[in-house]
């Protein structure tokens, strides 16, 4: 393996070499906190930002400056993929909005139309990142796991948080279920080749909803698909990190043929979450990011307590248990980032 003097101390730890500190980088470092973003954002909608290659690379490189984190990840969404199979997508106050959600529909599967052209916009913003994007900054891509999406696509809106129709559509019509899972699967195969082709550094699937189905159901219908992705990721030499939030003890069935890191969620402590994922599975998170609301004497001493994990854990990357929230004051991040690059991790 070469010796790279700029290799990014992200992909250093994902290689399983020892690094002098835990790599830092946050979900949902873009958007929501950077005063930096929130100032852009008054000046465009979502989606004129994430089709604007200047802009969508701006907002992907902002943290990397104000927040100092070792990675980027790439400005976008997960349900791009549902658009380009045809859906009618909306993002409003309330969050994403589909129209005629396919729990709804007489025939979901016949109502879909993948046109993989209808994500080029994407990787127009990719090549952007790459042209003007410091050399020892990697750049995550992502896509949605096809639990998490195909819940949006079935229920149409996020804001009835536990998908009801949806996940009743899944236990009703498990057939169906299987056929949309696979056209999903298909779609998002050639979204992940596209990223890759246009160079991101590491891959990242969310599965944000993971938690709502029961392990052995999870297992049977949606486990599958995702090591089909690993594969698709692995082959092109890329790591591969998952996230299934909410999953508890199906951490345990999780085989390194899904994950070469798995992001715990804030739910689960680190340590029982080392005990449940097999040894070969790098872990990734889980700082609860409802503590960042906390007076920062809280914080330091929350942290506090992942010094010793730190220390004895090399393959482990500094993150969070989810994404920023919004309202999350911006000093209170960057704290988080200064703090977890600059405390005694005691490894040399
Ligand atoms: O740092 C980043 O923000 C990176 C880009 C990113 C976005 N969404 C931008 C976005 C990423 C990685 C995502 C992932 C995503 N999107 C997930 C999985 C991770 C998670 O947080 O659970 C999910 C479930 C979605 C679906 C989605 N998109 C929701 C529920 C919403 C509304 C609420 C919100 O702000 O997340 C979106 C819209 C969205 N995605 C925005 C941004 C910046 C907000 C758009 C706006 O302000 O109008």
Not at 295 to 301: A, G, R, S
Not at 328 to 340: K, M, S
Request: aromatic share 12%; with cysteine.
């Amino acid at each position: 393996m070469q010796t790279n003097p700029t290799e990014s101390i992200l992909l250093r730890t994902l290689k399983g070499k020892p690094t002098e500190r835990p790599p830092v980088w946050f979900m949902r470092q873009a958007g929501r906190v950077l005063p930096s973003y929130l100032e852009i954002k008054k000046q465009y909608t979502f989606w004129q930002m994430m089709q604007h290659p200047e802009v969508a690379a701006k907002v992907t490189l902002l943290p990397v400056d104000d927040l100092g984190v070792d990675a980027a990840i790439l400005f976008s969404d997960i349900l791009v993929v549902p658009y380009a199979m045809g859906m009618g997508l909306d993002f409003t106050d309330d969050g994403p909005v589909f129209e005629e959600p396919l729990a709804f529909r007489e025939n979901p599967v016949a109502g879909l139309f993948p046109d993989p052209a209808k994500l080029d916009y994407i990787y127009a913003v990719i090549d952007e990142i790459n042209r003007t994007k410091p050399a020892n900054i990697p750049l995550i891509g992502f896509c949605g796991a096809p639990l998490t999406v195909l819940l949006f696509m079935l229920q149409g809106l996020g804001r009835k948080g536990d998908f009801p129709d949806a996940i009743r559509f899944i236990y009703e019509n498990k057939e169906t279920t299987k056929q949309l899972i696979d056209a999903l699967t298909e779609m998002s195969i050639e979204y992940i080749k596209g990223q890759i082709k246009h160079g991101i550094d590491v891959f990242q699937l969310f599965d944000t909803h993971a938690g709502l189905l029961p392990f052995d159901v999870y297992n049977e219908l949606f486990l599958p698909p995702v090591r089909k992705i690993a594969q698709v990721v692995r082959d092109a030499g890329l790591p591969f990190i998952f996230f299934p939030k909410g999953i508890g003890t199906g951490l345990a069935g999780i085989s390194p043929e899904e994950a070469d890191f798995l992001n715990i969620d804030w739910q689960t402590p680190l340590t029982t979450a080392r005990k449940l994922v097999h040894s070969d599975i790098g872990l990734q998170g889980n700082i609860d990011p409802r503590l960042l609301f906390a007076p920062q004497e809280e914080i330091e001493k929350e942290l506090k307590k992942y010094l010793r994990f730190g220390a004895e854990n090399q393959n482990w990357i500094f993150n969070l248990g989810h994404g920023f929230m919004p309202g999350i004051p911006f000093e209170n991040a960057r704290f988080l980032a200064d703090w977890a690059k600059n405390a005694d991790w005691k490894r040399s």
